[in-house]
């Protein structure tokens, strides 16, 4: 064999597809039920848009971005998150800017060079809201909200929520000095990346994973003693609107987040299931982004859920590959067009919106004799098998799960009609 999938990515295959489509579907219904309209953005951007956004001294932008030249010399970056396309979008398209507050969600592959282990990937998936406009708390827990009604739709009930204030301009700042002034003191304790991190970006050393650092960590001021006054009320506010909607919730002064655009706001949610260190998603308000990017002043929120992680967490919920409802055999090696053209007219409706009166037919292409279509049809799981040409009484049927043949219909409508009647007894016991 000359070629393997990349490093870090994956082909997801029939089998493991079928849970895609239900998670894609469930979550697109959450989104919509909510309000949320999907935007499909390119899967590249100019370079500066991520650099600019999720900020020069972040992992993503300094280690993990797939940055590369076209042809006339631009640089441009395999997205790694959807909120700074999204924005852009939105800047881009009076369209979306009509109505206030937008709400907008994605869905779609990101791309990061991280090192694969298990649950991260090269390129893997997201699915992510984004609330442009308020600037109020309700915003805040509308988000919360959403991002767990996306994981109750998908039968994940048991979730904790961890929530944090970051601050803004007026107060991060301060906050920044204090912990460096703190980290610096401590700088010999402290692993080489945090090294680093004390002069580029000493709020994410809270969020060093590397067991050496936690010590020193827990004993770092937190953030939410240097919150200035509105900021403060800002993160009360949205505490007391989670508690009105009946959302638990859990402080985690240390959650920090891996991208600069954030403001006030952050949160993540986990899932029992998978390890501690792996939040399922989350996200924040990103009060400042729409300005940077020369819009006019909109505060804004949003959140990403990875697909990967959440279907490790939903097992086995997700349906089984659909089956074959039928497979026309050809009796004879002339009729094989025959039998593509009536399995064509017994597939019927594709236009019927839930398949109702759609059948699921296969036929065989491989010139294969009577005998082997038949053990075929067997094999692919055909629930039954009808025979071309047909007799003078009628099409022959026979069913394959209860090995006896069927009585024969006179026409491809009553055919039709028979084998759809039929299906629905089969299947109106579930
Ligand atoms: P982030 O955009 O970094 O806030 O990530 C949001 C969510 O996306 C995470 O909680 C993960 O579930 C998922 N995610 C991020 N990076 C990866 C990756 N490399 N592979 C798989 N899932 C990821």
């Known amino acids: 064999m000359k070629f393997q999938v990349p490093r870090g990515t994956r082909d997801i295959l029939p089998g493991e597809v079928e849970r895609w489509h239900w998670l894609e579907e469930r979550t697109r219904v959450a989104m919509s039920l909510y309000g949320y309209r999907e935007v499909r953005t390119p899967l590249f951007e100019a370079t500066d848009l991520f650099v600019r956004s999720v900020g020069e001294s972040t992992d993503i932008v300094r280690k993990e971005l797939y940055t590369f030249q076209d042809r006339k010399g631009r640089s441009l970056t395999l997205r790694p998150e959807g909120t700074a396309p999204l924005v852009r979008a939105y800047l881009e398209n009076p369209d979306l800017r009509t109505e206030s507050p937008t709400r907008l969600y994605y869905m779609g592959p990101m791309f990061r060079y991280e090192r694969p282990q298990a649950g991260r990937y090269r390129q893997f998936w997201q699915i992510g809201a984004e609330l442009l406009g308020p600037a109020g708390p309700e915003a805040d827990a509308e988000m919360i909200d959403l991002f767990r009604a996306v994981m109750f739709d998908v039968g994940l009930a048991d979730v904790t929520v961890l929530v944090n204030s970051l601050g803004d301009a007026v107060c991060?700042?301060?906050?920044?000095?204090?912990?460096?002034?703190?980290?610096?003191?401590?700088?010999?304790?402290?692993?080489?990346?945090?090294?680093?991190?004390?002069?580029?970006?000493?709020?994410?050393?809270?969020?060093?994973?590397?067991?050496?650092?936690?010590?020193?960590?827990?004993?770092?001021?937190?953030?939410?003693?240097?919150l200035c006054p509105e900021c403060a009320e800002h993160f009360e506010a949205v505490k007391r609107a989670l508690t009105g909607l009946e959302i638990p919730y859990e402080v985690a002064p240390r959650l920090v987040r891996g991208l600069d655009y954030y403001t006030r706001t952050v949160f993540e949610i986990h899932a029992a299931g998978l390890g501690a260190q792996n939040a399922v998603g989350g996200g924040g308000r990103y009060d400042q982004l729409v300005k940077d990017f020369g819009g006019p002043d909109t505060p804004a929120i949003g959140f990403s859920i990875g697909m990967e992680r959440l279907l490790l967490l939903v097992g086995d919920q997700a349906p089984p590959p659909?089956?074959?409802?039928?497979?026309?055999?050809?009796?004879?090696?002339?009729?094989?067009?025959?039998?593509?053209?009536?399995?064509?007219?017994?597939?019927?409706?594709?236009?019927?919106?839930?398949?109702?009166?759609?059948?699921?037919?296969?036929?065989?292409?491989?010139?294969?004799?009577?005998?082997?279509?038949?053990?075929?049809?067997?094999?692919?799981?055909?629930?039954?098998?009808?025979?071309?040409?047909?007799?003078?009484?009628?099409?022959?049927?026979?069913?394959?799960?209860?090995?006896?043949?069927?009585?024969?219909?006179?026409?491809?409508?009553?055919?039709?009609?028979?084998?759809?009647?039929?299906?629905?007894?089969?299947?109106?016991?579930?």
């Open 322 to 430: 659909a089956k074959p409802d039928v497979c026309v055999i050809a009796l004879e090696p002339g009729s094989a067009v025959e039998a593509q053209a009536l399995a064509r007219a017994l597939r019927g409706q594709v236009d019927d919106p839930e398949h109702r009166q759609a059948l699921h037919v296969v036929v065989d292409v491989m010139g294969r004799s009577a005998n082997a279509q038949m053990k075929w049809a067997s094999k692919v799981g055909a629930r039954w098998a009808v025979f071309v040409p047909m007799a003078a009484e009628g099409y022959g049927v026979r069913d394959m799960t209860a090995g006896k043949d069927e009585a024969r219909q006179r026409s491809v409508e009553e055919l039709r009609r028979w084998l759809i009647g039929r299906r629905g007894l089969v299947e109106s016991p579930r």
């Open 172 to 226: 991060r700042p301060r906050y920044r000095e204090a912990i460096r002034a703190y980290f610096k003191k401590h700088a010999e304790k402290l692993c080489g990346d945090c090294k680093e991190r004390l002069e580029t970006n000493p709020l994410r050393i809270l969020d060093c994973k590397v067991p050496s650092c936690a010590p020193v960590i827990a004993g770092a001021p937190s953030v939410l003693d240097s």
